[in-house]
């Protein structure tokens, strides 16, 4: 270990790490879903990471794919959806209600990498504001799943920044949410007309060459090739980076420009270590219960467990 790596590790030490169940907890659990979110916040997280889109009725919905996805997606009777299915921006949330989410098709890729994923056959994908009614503490970092590449795929960034902010207003829940984005269109609408809710700037290194898409505008070449620099000329305040595209420097050049660092998604203990003892303000993962053994191992404080949640409650 170097002498700067020795440093940040000693601080890292006194540090409070967030820990973000990704789409609930999807290495154990079918992802955003009721019975998910209610299993991740039994093991302890600090906020729910979940996806949205908006139905064809305008109803904002939790799920990850624009299209009905056929590695997790099955008709009441059981029956595997054979090839992607309609977009969710073209279903009625009724229609929706009819599909089973709670199982990964057996033999996928999907299956591969999340063998321990326990099934609930019969859960559903849920509406946004049942997911926001599961716990009055609860906090949720929200991404808005736009398509600026394809625009028929969902309603326009900012048009789902609204959605969210509607139904967060009508739960109470605004002050517990963050809201982000690769889309930048999203978090931009929300930092003019609600500056106060928290906001993240999600990137990855396969989405650059479109950034000026993406970011409507914005290319990290404006900025000496800097993605951490466009994040905060945005106003920050949280960064959210494939984790695969972090090194020590860069995460030391955005605590430096005020942001905090927060990436995505680490799965892996070895890799959760090195990104703590860089100096990582949070983690979003598939497995909150291995980062919550190597958050302890490396000093840091842990979310609490609400043990009083059940799987497949609400």
Same mark, same amino acid.
């Given at each position: 270990?170097?002498?700067?790596?020795?440093?940040?590790?000693?601080?890292?030490?006194?540090?409070?790490?967030?820990?973000?169940?990704?789409?609930?907890?999807?290495?154990?659990?079918?992802?955003?879903?009721?019975?998910?979110?209610?299993?991740?916040?039994?093991?302890?997280?600090?906020?729910?990471?979940?996806?949205?889109?908006?139905?064809?009725?305008?109803?904002? %919905?939790?799920?990850? &794919?624009? =299209?009905?996805?056929?590695? +997790?997606? #099955? $008709?009441?009777?059981?029956?595997? /959806? !054979?090839?992607?299915?309609?977009?969710?921006?073209?279903?009625?949330?009724?229609?929706?209600?009819?599909?089973?989410?709670?199982?990964?098709?057996?033999?996928?890729?999907?299956?591969?990498?999340?063998?321990?994923?326990?099934?609930?056959?019969?859960?559903?994908?849920?509406?946004?504001?049942?997911?926001?009614?599961?716990?009055?503490?609860?906090?949720?970092?929200?991404?808005?799943?736009?398509?600026?590449?394809?625009?028929?795929?969902?309603?326009?960034?900012?048009?789902?920044?609204?959605?969210?902010?509607?139904?967060?207003?009508?739960?109470?829940?605004?002050?517990?949410?963050? %809201?982000?984005?690769? &889309?930048? =269109?999203?978090?931009?609408? +929300?930092? #003019? $007309?609600?500056?106060?809710?928290? /906001? !993240?700037?999600?990137?990855?290194?396969?989405?650059?060459?479109?950034?000026?898409?993406?970011?409507?505008?914005?290319?990290?070449?404006?900025?000496?090739?800097?993605?951490?620099?466009?994040?905060?000329?945005?106003?920050?305040?949280?960064?959210?980076?494939?984790?695969?595209?972090?090194?020590?420097?860069?995460?030391?050049?955005?605590?430096?420009?005020?942001?905090?660092?927060?990436?995505?998604?680490?799965?892996?203990?070895?890799?959760?270590?090195?990104?703590?003892?860089?100096?990582?303000?949070?983690?979003?993962?598939?497995?909150?219960?291995?980062?919550?053994?190597?958050?302890?191992?490396?000093?840091?404080?842990?979310?609490?467990?609400?043990?009083?949640?059940?799987?497949?409650?609400?």
């Amino acid at each position: 270990m170097t002498g700067a790596q020795g440093a940040t590790y000693a601080m890292g030490m006194m540090r409070r790490i967030e820990l973000h169940g990704h789409r609930g907890a999807r290495g154990l659990f079918p992802e955003n879903t009721l019975g998910g979110f209610a299993g991740a916040l039994a093991i302890g997280v600090d906020a729910l990471e979940l996806d949205v889109a908006v139905t064809h009725d305008d109803v904002v %919905v939790v799920t990850h &794919d624009p =299209r009905l996805n056929p590695d +997790i997606t #099955r $008709t009441m009777d059981g029956a595997w /959806l !054979a090839a992607p299915g309609a977009t969710i921006r073209s279903l009625h949330q009724a229609e929706l209600a009819g599909y089973d989410v709670g199982r990964i098709r057996p033999g996928s890729a999907y299956a591969s990498a999340h063998p321990d994923q326990v099934p609930h056959d019969g859960a559903t994908i849920p509406t946004l504001a049942e997911i926001m009614g599961i716990d009055p503490a609860a906090r949720f970092n929200i991404e808005l799943k736009s398509f600026p590449w394809h625009p028929c795929l969902a309603v326009d960034g900012a048009a789902m920044a609204d959605a969210v902010l509607a139904v967060a207003d009508a739960c109470g829940a605004a002050e517990r949410i963050i %809201v982000q984005s690769f &889309d930048w =269109r999203g978090p931009r609408r +929300i930092r #003019r $007309t609600r500056p106060e809710v928290r /906001l !993240a700037w999600l990137t990855s290194g396969s989405f650059l060459a479109g950034a000026r898409t993406w970011w409507d505008g914005p290319h990290p070449a404006d900025f000496g090739g800097s993605v951490a620099r466009a994040v905060a000329a945005e106003g920050g305040p949280t960064w959210g980076p494939d984790y695969a595209d972090l090194t020590e420097k860069t995460i030391a050049e955005a605590h430096a420009l005020g942001l905090r660092v927060v990436p995505w998604t680490v799965n892996s203990p070895a890799d959760m270590r090195r990104l703590i003892r860089w100096g990582v303000d949070g983690l979003i993962t598939d497995r909150p219960d291995l980062a919550r053994v190597v958050l302890a191992a490396e000093g840091c404080g842990l979310p609490p467990s609400r043990r009083g949640q059940e799987v497949g409650a609400g």
